[in-house]
Nanobody
Framework: QVQLAESGGGLVQAGGALRLSCAASGRTFSRYVIGWFRQAPGEGREVLAAISWSSTRTYYLDSVKGRFTISRDNAKNTVYLQMDSLKPDDTAVYYC????????????????WGQGTQVTVSS
């Protein structure tokens, strides 16, 4: 079963950018839909973006459309989240997750999770 590990978080000023990476183990990574989520203190976890196994379909939360871009490199077993024009409200722990069903379709089942990476945006 695939395992996920996020990296790339940190402290950035408002208006800045970060690129998060979600590295996966396992030979079947290219079969899985991957999503990026975040959870701010005292709030629930929300899905920000998702990408299909072939990168032909992507989804974005309205509040991040035009600022965040999800992409994947199956040869490197990695999914990225490029985050531009960051705002203090983007401060949260960011997670990537996978739907463990090969070639899954909507509705997705997010049942494999990474440990999270902290993103802090200062004003």
């Amino acid at each position: 079963q695939v395992q996920l590990a996020e990296s790339g978080g940190g402290l950035v000023q408002a208006g800045g950018a970060l690129r998060l990476s979600c590295a996966a183990s396992g030979r079947t990574f290219s079969r899985y839909v991957i999503g990026w989520f975040r959870q701010a203190p005292g709030e629930g976890r929300e899905v920000l973006a998702a990408i299909s196994w072939s990168s032909t379909r992507t989804y974005y939360l309205d509040s991040v459309k035009g600022r965040f871009t999800i992409s994947r490199d199956n040869a490197k077993n990695t999914v990225y989240l490029q985050m531009d024009s960051l705002k203090p409200d983007d401060t949260a722990v960011y997670y990537c997750a996978a739907d463990s069903r090969p070639w899954a379709t909507i509705p997705y089942e997010w049942n494999i999770w990474g440990q999270g990476t902290q993103v802090t945006v200062s004003s």
